[in-house]
């Protein structure tokens, strides 16, 4: 496994962590938990072929990473009882960019 994908990996763990701490530090268990379980998103991954490959870029490849979903995803802080995940997921989201961006450079 390469270096960028262990910090890939790492990340989607610990930025939710440090969020958490930061946002909802007196439900920081329940919020760390959501924020991960926003993750499961990358169950899409699950109908590409391969179903993982490190040169491709996550965003705008899998249908619930594209700029619609997205969007979704955005509108959903807006209600206070989806407000955590939608923020996990818009996280999830930016770490994949930066990962995209990251392919990009090295």
């Not at 040169?55 to 249908?63: A, D, K, L, N």
């Not at 619930?64 to 989201?93: D, E, K, N």
């Amino acid at each position: 496994m390469s270096f960028r994908a262990l910090l890939h990996l790492l990340g989607h763990a610990l930025w939710p962590g440090l969020l958490a701490r930061l946002a909802w530090p007196r439900t920081f268990w329940r919020a760390w938990l959501t924020l991960v379980l926003a993750n499961l998103v990358d169950l899409d991954h699950l109908l590409a072929d391969p179903i993982y490959d490190p040169g491709r870029c996550s965003i705008g490849h899998h249908p619930l990473h594209t700029l619609p979903a997205i969007a979704v995803y955005a509108l959903l802080v807006l209600p206070r009882p989806t407000r955590v995940l939608a923020v996990g997921l818009l996280l999830h989201m930016l770490w994949d960019q930066i990962d995209c961006w990251w392919m990009r450079v090295c």
